[in-house]
């Protein structure tokens, strides 16, 4: 398998060299050259198959056995998830009304991030050993990233991590994952701006590609191709959950609703569906609505500033993953998708092509979740469930009670009124304690987390008006000097 850049850029690379990339050479972002396509029989053989054994068959597909051995990709994966607090590592709820939830959030920092990137952690480890080889790590994060990111690669000797966490826009329990890790090669800045401004310090070091070379800079957000690959399973496994039976012919279709911000999951589930698992997906944001606008109004374009929202990890005006569901709906046309992306990055203004529009609007439907929304999702489904909600999860709910409450509230209400749908759960309601409150809830807060309050937190400040890139490439050669 071969990774090619969306913007058709230099040659191909394979998984490793994808692996160790943030952004492709030509600030393109990297994707398998073909989509396997799986047949009815192997979806048929796979329905039982546990969620591990899911990740395993599909790494196993896009990961060269002569890279890494197929005895050898199952027992990373396996390292990975076994500080998973659930024995099936992800777990569906089934609630009143047809409301199942698949709980993605059982890792260690309590995000549906721990999975892509804890196995993401072991795939680097086994390169970096086998080469005796050091990597610089660059991540921004809008809440969640930065921790799971962290979490797989903390005290390991040849990696050194540099997080921006954009201050006062997270949760406390969110910052508090994130600054209380003290290892030698954790670095924690605190920057006074909001998840779009953050990335760009890092855009412009990836793009001085003697620093990035020099310093083996790569990328752990899911600008990352390994976080989106571990992430077609969670599609997979909702499916089999959810499928009333897959003795028909036509297989049944399952809808998917998926809570987005950078678009990354929502990005695995359409190769999911590329690889033929009969879902169909709807990508639901908060007041931070450009990819709703693209879906709906071909508008890819900024609106304003970035709102925030109590799903604060979604607070994200740029999702930089839609250049890679545009690259497969254009059916690889890298020229198109370098010209649209080149026209967004100077205007931050784009009006998609009418057959590019269709086919987004044919594989992803759309809706919007404001605040109130999310209060009112928490809400009844505690009170119809006694099952507390992270208000991320919320948004997903919420289009599901949409659906229950108005006969066609969305292009395809009237077709999926008996179709089975499972909302996916980002995160597990103890990291945001404040939403739960503000819905007249009562968090439920494990020890872990409540103990995070006592411990030695760590981070260096980025203020507005200071030159980032510039700090951050001070610390970064200041720790390659040290080594």
Request: charged content about 20%; aromatic content about 8%.
């Amino acid at each position: 398998m071969e990774y090619v850049s969306t913007r058709g850029g230099p040659a191909a690379v394979g998984f490793e060299g994808a692996l160790f990339s943030g952004y492709a050479p030509d600030g393109g972002l990297f994707m398998p050259s073909t989509v396997p396509r799986l047949e009815v029989p192997t979806l048929r053989s796979w329905s039982s198959f546990s969620y591990p054994r899911l990740v395993k068959e599909l790494c196993a597909l896009f990961v060269s056995a002569t890279l890494i051995p197929r005895s050898v990709l199952e027992d990373l994966i396996d390292r990975a998830f076994s500080r998973f607090r659930h024995k099936d590592v992800v777990h569906l709820t089934r609630l009143k009304d047809g409301l199942n939830v698949l709980e993605l959030w059982h890792g260690a920092t309590y995000a549906f991030k721990d999975l892509s990137l804890s196995c993401t952690g072991q795939f680097l480890q086994y390169f970096l050993e086998k080469k005796q080889k050091h990597v610089t790590i660059l991540v921004g994060t809008s809440g969640d990233t930065g921790s799971s990111a962290i979490e797989s690669v903390r005290g390991q000797k040849n990696m050194d991590i540099f997080v921006l966490l954009p201050h006062g826009l997270c949760t406390q329990i969110q910052e508090l994952q994130i600054t209380t890790i003290i290892e030698e090669n954790v670095h924690v800045f605190d920057a006074h701006g909001n998840s779009d401004e953050i990335d760009e310090p890092i855009k412009e070091l990836f793009a001085d590609t003697d620093f990035a070379r020099k310093h083996n800079l790569m990328s752990l957000n899911s600008v990352n191709w390994s976080r989106i690959m571990v992430q077609i399973a969670h599609y997979f496994y909702a499916y089999f959950q959810c499928a009333p039976s897959l003795d028909t012919s036509p297989l049944p279709v399952v809808e998917v609703v998926v809570p987005t911000g950078g678009g990354g999951n929502v990005t695995a589930g359409c190769i999911a569906q590329k690889m033929g698992l009969p879902i169909r997906l709807v990508s639901v944001v908060n007041s931070n609505d450009i990819i709703h606008r693209a879906v709906q109004h071909g508008d890819f374009s900024l609106s304003g500033s970035v709102k925030a929202t109590l799903a604060s990890a979604m607070d994200i005006q740029e999702p930089y993953n839609m250049e890679r569901i545009l690259w497969l709906l254009s059916e690889g046309d890298s020229s198109l998708i370098k010209t649209l992306m080149d026209q967004f990055n100077v205007s931050k203004s784009l009006k998609l092509p009418e057959d590019l529009h269709r086919k987004l609007a044919r594989t992803l439907d759309s809706c919007t979740a404001s605040d109130e929304d999310i209060v009112r999702a928490m809400r009844r489904c505690w009170e119809e469930n006694r099952y507390l909600l992270c208000p991320h999860s919320a948004v997903a709910a919420h289009y599901h009670y949409a659906q229950l409450g108005y006969p066609f509230p969305y292009n395809y209400a009237s077709f999926f009124c008996s179709t089975p749908r499972c909302c996916l759960a980002p995160a597990s309601a103890a990291k945001f304690q404040d939403a739960v409150l503000r819905a007249g809830l009562i968090p439920d807060v494990p020890p872990e987390i409540s103990a995070l309050t006592t411990l030695e937190t760590r981070s260096t400040p980025l203020k507005r008006g200071e030159d980032w890139a510039k700090v951050l490439r001070e610390h970064i050669e200041e720790m390659a000097q040290r080594r």
